[in-house]
Every structure is written in structure tokens, then in C-alpha cells.
């Protein structure tokens, strides 16, 4: 009587066991189920953002940001308004000017040129301003200013972008005409800086370190 009801013991130990086994494997069965369905449908929404990616990288355009830096390039003077360019030439005043330097007659105040005039005022050592007075309705239409052998094409050939940049005073009428001209002039390796002005703005230029800080390149 006690073998057999060892024997039922054991038997039912043996059912409490299997139906363990039974119930841990379809667990397990199941968690890999569920494992291999959850790594397919990670690698299909993979695939599907891949896709769009792809597509969107194709249509990205590179956009130059215009962030200003020093510069130890000549800087050339134009000035914009109304659609009207003018390049404010340094070279002319200061060939005007050479002649008083070796004379006995001062420095005069103010010289007159072609399309525009100069205010000159001289501080300690080298130091001095240039303000420059455009004459009423000076300047050339972009079509005139960049034809061939024209303004434009002159100051490019004499000056090479390695060592010059350009420098624009706006007005605020011609923003438009400015945006175009500085792209012209990107797609050449030139470097262009830029300043909004009003009619009452002065078109002033100093020499020195800290007034170079007003006319930087971008």
C-alpha cells in the first residue's frame, strides 16, 4: 500500500512537472513569436523612414550664411540707390591729395570729382576721414555697370578676389538690386559686405583698426 502510494506520488510529480514545461515552453515560444515580429516591423519602419530621407537629402539646397569676419583685403566702395550703382573710388582722392603733400598748401577740406565729392578730415598721425557726397542722379543702372568692358568687369580684372572685396552702401529702395548683385559676385569668389543707409546716412570712411570694423566682408 505504501509503494503504490508512492508510485501515485510520484506520477502526479511527474504531471505537475510537465504541465510546468508545457506552459514555460509556449511562454518562451511565444516570447520568440513575438521577438521575431517585433524585429520585422522595427526593420520595415527603418525601410519606410529611409525612403523619405533619401528623397529629402535630393531637394536640400546649400544656403550661405553671410556672417561677417575681419579681413586684411583692399576694400572697394560702391554705393546703391535707386537701382543706381557707384563706385566710390579712393584712388582718384588720394591721387588728388598727393600733390598737396609734398607743397606748401594745406590739405584742403573739400575735393571735388566726377560723379562725386569729399569731405576731408585729418586726425593725429595718418589718421583721416573720407565722406563722400554723391552728385544728384550719379551712377549706372546694373545693365550699364556690369556690360562688358564696363565698371564692373574693370574692377574685377584690376582687382583679383584673393586681395579685394567689395563693400556696399544700400538703400533701402534697392535691396532687391543688392541681393542679386552680391549672388553675382559669390558665384565669382568674391567676398561682399554690406550696410543699410538712409538718405541722411553719411557715406563716411576712416582709416584706422576700429573704423575698419564697420566695413567687413561676409
Known amino acids: 500500500m505504501h509503494r503504490k502510494r508512492g ?52 531637394n536640400i539646397k546649400k544656403l550661405k550664411i553671410p556672417w561677417s ?27 588728388r591729395l ?10 584742403p577740406k573739400h575735393v571735388n570729382l566726377d560723379q562725386f565729392s569729399i569731405e576731408l578730415t585729418v586726425g593725429s598721425g595718418d589718421a583721416h576721414c573720407l565722406k563722400f557726397l554723391p552728385s544728384p542722379r550719379a551712377g549706372q543702372w546694373w545693365h550699364q555697370f556690369s556690360q562688358s568692358n564696363g565698371v564692373m568687369e574693370k574692377l574685377m580684372k584690376k582687382y583679383p578676389p584673393e586681395e579685394n572685396y567689395f563693400f556696399f552702401w544700400v538703400d533701402p529702395d534697392s535691396f532687391e538690386m543688392f541681393r542679386e548683385i ?31 570694423r564697420e566695413f567687413l566682408p561676409q
Not at 32 to 48: D, H, P, Q, T, Y
Not at 98 to 107: F, N
Not at 190 to 203: A, N, S
Request: proline share 3%.
Open 69 to 95: 569676419h575681419v579681413s586684411q583685403k583692399n576694400i572697394l566702395l560702391i554705393f546703391l540707390r535707386s537701382d543706381r550703382l557707384l563706385y566710390l573710388d579712393r584712388t582718384l582722392v588720394y591721387q
Open 98 to 107: 598727393k600733390k598737396y603733400l609734398s607743397g606748401s598748401e594745406p590739405l
Open 7 to 58: 508510485l501515485n506520488g510520484d506520477f502526479h510529480n511527474l504531471l505537475n512537472l510537465d504541465s510546468l514545461v508545457d506552459i514555460v515552453s509556449n511562454n518562451v515560444g511565444i516570447l520568440i513569436i513575438l521577438a521575431v515580429f517585433m524585429a520585422m516591423f522595427s526593420l520595415l519602419g527603418k525601410n519606410e523612414q529611409v525612403i523619405p530621407k533619401t528623397q529629402s537629402t535630393e
Open 182 to 212: 552680391r549672388k553675382s559676385l559669390w558665384a565669382l569668389n568674391f567676398e561682399v559686405g554690406w550696410k543699410p543707409i538712409r538718405i541722411e546716412t553719411p557715406l563716411r570712411y576712416c582709416s584706422g583698426v576700429g573704423q575698419a
